[in-house]
C-alpha cells in the first residue's frame, strides 16, 4: 500500500507530477484554484493537522518545528504493517481530534508516511469524504492509482511546522517571541518513494523534501535574534520598512515564508525575492505562500542559475551595475544551497550513476560549494551596508578542525577570499566538533564498492579530507573591525552523542551553544 510502487507502475504519473500545486491566475474569490487552495488549508486546519498534534500521535516529546524525524514507509511493506500508534493512551487530542477515526489519521499516513490509502476509508474518515479527495485531485495532490480507482494514491508530501512570532511591546517598543503560528509546506515526496530526483514531462527537477537541514535556519536563534535588534527601538529607522529578503536556492520556499511568519505582527508588508534554477520550485513556493495565506504581491520569484554570472547580472531586481554602485536594498538574504560533491566524470557509467540519484537540489558541483561561492561572493553587494544578514545552512568542505587552528585550505578562508572586499562584516560558521572523514563520507554515500571509489577519487582530487555540517551568519557593518573587510570566525558546537550534529531537530544544546555565540559576538 506505499505510494512509490503505485507512483512507479503509472503510465500518468509524469503528467500527474506536472499537476501538482497550480498556481492560480487570478488570486481572488471568483478563481477556481485560489478557492481551492483556502479550502484545503482550511480542512487540514479544522482536523488539527499540525506538527504538535503529530508529535503527540507519535509519542514525541519535543520543542521543534517538525516532524523531521517521521520518514516515509519502506519499497513494498505489506498491509499489516499499516498502523499509527495511539497517543499514550489518550483517545482524543487537545482539539478534540478522535484519534480512532479521525482525517488526521488518514492524512499523516498519506502525506508524511506515503501510503496509498482506500478510496473507502477516506471517504469514511475525512471531513468532505469524497468531495475532499476531488479537491486533493484538483491541486495536483493525489490521484486514483491508475491500476485500481479504489486507492487513493499521494503524490507530494504536505508538511507542518510551527514558527515562533515576533510581537512589539506597545508600551516600551521592545521585540518579544512568546507565540507560534503553524505553517504547512508543500513539497515533492521524499526519494525514498519516488526513487528519482526527476519528476514530470515538463520539469525535471524535483522539489526538495523537508529534511533537517531545511529546518537548522528556523530552529536555531541567531535570525530571530537579529530580527529583534532590528526592530528593537535603538535598531528601527526609516530604511527598515517594508522589510525586504532574498531566498537563494529557495525550493518550498521555507526560509523566505518561515521569516515573513515570524515577522507578521510587527512588519505585515514585509516581502521576498525567491531564486531557484527549479521553475517548479519556485511554483511550489507560490502555491505554499497562498497556502498560509499571504498576499500573493509579498512573493516575487526569479528563474535563474546562480552559478551563471551572465544570467544573474540580467536579472533586473538582482543586478549589479558595472560601477559597483551598491544596491543595498535587501536586510536580509537565506540560502541552502545544494551542497554534496557529487563526482562528474563524464562518460563513467558510476559517476553518471551517482548524478542521477541527486539531482539539482542536492548537487553543489563536484566541489561541493559552487553555488556557496556564488552566494557569499554577490550576498554583499545586495545587502544594506550596515545590520544586513546573511544565513546560509550548508555542508562545508574542510571545515576548521578547532576554533582557533585553521588553514589556508579551510573553509574559513575561501569565505574571506569571496566575500566581497569592498563591504565591511563579521561572520561565524558553526560546524560540529567531528566532522566526517572523506573516507566515512563517501561510505555513507556510496551504495557499491565502485561508487565509493568514485566518490574518494572525487574527494581526493579537490583536497577534500573532511566534511561537517554547518551555518554561516555574516553581518553588515558600518566600520571594519580589526582593520579587515570581514572579520569571520569559526566556531565548533560541542559534540553531544545523544543529541546528535548541529541540525539534529532535537539538539536542544546546539541551538543554546548558537545563540550564546551569536549574542557575545553580535551584541
Given at each position: 500500500?506505499?505510494?512509490?510502487?503505485?507512483?512507479?507502475?503509472?503510465?500518468?504519473?509524469?503528467?500527474?507530477?506536472?499537476?501538482?500545486?497550480?498556481?492560480?491566475?487570478?488570486?481572488?474569490?471568483?478563481?477556481?484554484?485560489?478557492?481551492?487552495?483556502?479550502?484545503?488549508?482550511?480542512?487540514?486546519?479544522?482536523?488539527?493537522?499540525?506538527?504538535?498534534?503529530?508529535?503527540?500521535?507519535?509519542?514525541?516529546?519535543?520543542?521543534?518545528?517538525?516532524?523531521?524525524?517521521?520518514?516515509?514507509?519502506?519499497?513494498?511493506?505489506?498491509?499489516?504493517?499499516?498502523?499509527?500508534?495511539?497517543?499514550?493512551?489518550?483517545?482524543?487530542?487537545?482539539?478534540?481530534?478522535?484519534?480512532?477515526?479521525?482525517?488526521?489519521?488518514?492524512?499523516?499516513?498519506?502525506?508524511?508516511?506515503?501510503?496509498?490509502?482506500?478510496?473507502?476509508?477516506?471517504?469514511?474518515?475525512?471531513?468532505?469524504?469524497?468531495?475532499?479527495?476531488?479537491?486533493?485531485?484538483?491541486?495536483?495532490?493525489?490521484?486514483?492509482?491508475?491500476?485500481?480507482?479504489?486507492?487513493?494514491?499521494?503524490?507530494?508530501?504536505?508538511?507542518?511546522?510551527?514558527?515562533?512570532?515576533?510581537?512589539?511591546?506597545?508600551?516600551?517598543?521592545?521585540?518579544?517571541?512568546?507565540?507560534?503560528?503553524?505553517?504547512?509546506?508543500?513539497?515533492?515526496?521524499?526519494?525514498?518513494?519516488?526513487?528519482?530526483?526527476?519528476?514530470?514531462?515538463?520539469?525535471?527537477?524535483?522539489?526538495?523534501?523537508?529534511?533537517?537541514?531545511?529546518?537548522?535556519?528556523?530552529?536555531?536563534?541567531?535570525?530571530?535574534?537579529?530580527?529583534?535588534?532590528?526592530?528593537?527601538?535603538?535598531?528601527?529607522?526609516?530604511?527598515?520598512?517594508?522589510?525586504?529578503?532574498?531566498?537563494?536556492?529557495?525550493?518550498?520556499?521555507?526560509?523566505?515564508?518561515?521569516?515573513?511568519?515570524?515577522?507578521?505582527?510587527?512588519?505585515?508588508?514585509?516581502?521576498?525575492?525567491?531564486?531557484?534554477?527549479?521553475?517548479?520550485?519556485?511554483?511550489?513556493?507560490?502555491?505554499?505562500?497562498?497556502?498560509?495565506?499571504?498576499?500573493?504581491?509579498?512573493?516575487?520569484?526569479?528563474?535563474?542559475?546562480?552559478?551563471?554570472?551572465?544570467?544573474?547580472?540580467?536579472?533586473?531586481?538582482?543586478?549589479?551595475?558595472?560601477?559597483?554602485?551598491?544596491y543595498n536594498t535587501f536586510d536580509m538574504i537565506l540560502c541552502n544551497p545544494p551542497f554534496i560533491?557529487?563526482?562528474?566524470?563524464?562518460?563513467?557509467?558510476?559517476?553518471?550513476?551517482?548524478?542521477?540519484?541527486?539531482?539539482?537540489?542536492?548537487?553543489?558541483?563536484?566541489?561541493?560549494?559552487?553555488?556557496?561561492?556564488?552566494?557569499?561572493?554577490?550576498?554583499?553587494?545586495?545587502?544594506?551596508?550596515?545590520?544586513?544578514l546573511l544565513a546560509i545552512v550548508s555542508e562545508f568542505m574542510n571545515p576548521p578542525i578547532s576554533?582557533?587552528?585553521?588553514?589556508?585550505?579551510?573553509?574559513?578562508?575561501?569565505?574571506?577570499?569571496?566575500?566581497?572586499?569592498?563591504?565591511?562584516?563579521?561572520?561565524?560558521?558553526?560546524?560540529?566538533?567531528?566532522?566526517?572523514?572523506?573516507?566515512?563520507?563517501?561510505?555513507?554515500?556510496?551504495?557499491?564498492?565502485?561508487?565509493?571509489?568514485?566518490?574518494?577519487?572525487?574527494?581526493?582530487?579537490?583536497?577534500?579530507?573532511?566534511?561537517?555540517?554547518?551555518?554561516?551568519?555574516?553581518?553588515?557593518?558600518?566600520?571594519?573591525?580589526?582593520?579587515?573587510?570581514?572579520?569571520?570566525?569559526?566556531?565548533?558546537?560541542?559534540?553531544?552523542?545523544?543529541?546528535?550534529?548541529?541540525?539534529?531537530?532535537?539538539?536542544?544544546?546546539?541551538?543554546?551553544?548558537?545563540?550564546?555565540?551569536?549574542?557575545?559576538?553580535?551584541?
Open positions: 500500500m506505499t505510494a512509490d510502487v503505485r507512483i512507479s507502475a503509472a503510465s500518468t504519473s509524469l503528467k500527474r507530477q506536472d499537476a501538482a500545486c497550480p498556481f492560480p491566475g487570478i488570486c481572488n474569490e471568483s478563481d477556481d484554484t485560489f478557492c481551492n487552495i483556502q479550502k484545503l488549508r482550511f480542512i487540514l486546519e479544522r482536523v488539527g493537522f499540525n506538527h504538535e498534534n503529530i508529535q503527540r500521535m507519535f509519542g514525541i516529546n519535543s520543542s521543534t518545528f517538525g516532524p523531521v524525524y517521521l520518514k516515509p514507509v519502506a519499497t513494498a511493506l505489506n498491509e499489516k504493517s499499516f498502523h499509527l500508534p495511539p497517543l499514550d493512551g489518550e483517545k482524543v487530542l487537545p482539539n478534540g481530534t478522535d484519534l480512532e477515526n479521525s482525517s488526521l489519521r488518514s492524512l499523516v499516513a498519506m502525506f508524511i508516511l506515503g501510503y496509498a490509502i482506500p478510496r473507502s476509508i477516506l471517504e469514511k474518515n475525512l471531513i468532505g469524504g469524497s468531495e475532499t479527495i476531488s479537491l486533493m485531485e484538483s491541486l495536483g495532490l493525489a490521484f486514483p492509482c491508475e491500476i485500481d480507482k479504489e486507492i487513493i494514491v499521494p503524490y507530494v508530501h504536505i508538511f507542518p511546522l510551527s514558527i515562533p512570532l515576533l510581537r512589539r511591546n506597545e508600551e516600551t517598543g521592545n521585540i518579544s517571541e512568546n507565540e507560534v503560528s503553524s505553517m504547512i509546506l508543500v513539497t515533492d515526496l521524499h526519494p525514498t518513494l519516488l526513487c528519482r530526483t526527476t519528476v514530470g514531462c515538463e520539469e525535471d527537477g524535483a522539489v526538495m523534501y523537508i529534511g533537517p537541514d531545511s529546518l537548522a535556519l528556523c530552529q536555531h536563534k541567531p535570525i530571530r535574534s537579529h530580527l529583534k535588534r532590528l526592530f528593537s527601538p535603538k535598531g528601527k529607522n526609516e530604511e527598515m520598512s517594508p522589510f525586504k529578503l532574498i531566498d537563494f536556492c529557495s525550493g518550498s520556499g521555507i526560509q523566505a515564508l518561515s521569516t515573513l511568519m515570524t515577522l507578521k505582527y510587527i512588519d505585515p508588508c514585509a516581502s521576498a525575492i525567491c531564486v531557484d534554477i527549479n521553475k517548479r520550485a519556485l511554483r511550489f513556493t507560490k502555491f505554499n505562500s497562498l497556502f498560509n495565506g499571504m498576499e500573493d504581491s509579498r512573493i516575487n520569484t526569479v528563474h535563474a542559475d546562480l552559478c551563471d554570472e551572465s544570467l544573474i547580472s540580467k536579472e533586473n531586481i538582482l543586478s549589479i551595475s558595472e560601477e559597483r554602485k551598491p560533491p557529487t563526482p562528474r566524470n563524464v562518460g563513467d557509467e558510476v559517476s553518471e550513476g551517482i548524478n542521477k540519484r541527486y539531482g539539482q537540489f542536492s548537487t553543489g558541483g563536484s566541489s561541493g560549494d559552487d553555488v556557496l561561492r556564488r552566494v557569499v561572493q554577490i550576498s554583499g553587494k545586495l545587502l544594506r551596508k550596515d545590520q544586513g576554533n582557533d587552528d585553521y588553514g589556508k585550505d579551510d573553509v574559513i578562508e575561501k569565505i574571506r577570499e569571496w566575500w566581497d572586499k569592498d563591504v565591511d562584516a563579521k561572520g561565524i560558521l558553526f560546524t560540529n566538533e567531528f566532522p566526517l572523514s572523506a573516507i566515512e563520507y563517501a561510505r555513507r554515500r556510496a551504495v557499491d564498492s565502485d561508487e565509493f571509489n568514485t566518490w574518494m577519487e572525487n574527494l581526493d582530487s579537490h583536497g577534500i579530507e573532511r566534511v561537517s555540517p554547518g551555518l554561516l551568519y555574516i553581518k553588515t557593518l558600518v566600520d571594519s573591525p580589526c582593520g579587515k573587510k570581514i572579520h569571520a570566525i569559526p566556531k565548533i558546537v560541542p559534540h553531544d552523542k545523544k543529541l546528535g550534529s548541529i541540525w539534529s531537530p532535537h539538539n536542544f544544546r546546539a541551538i543554546q551553544f548558537t545563540e550564546e555565540v551569536w549574542q557575545h559576538f553580535f551584541e
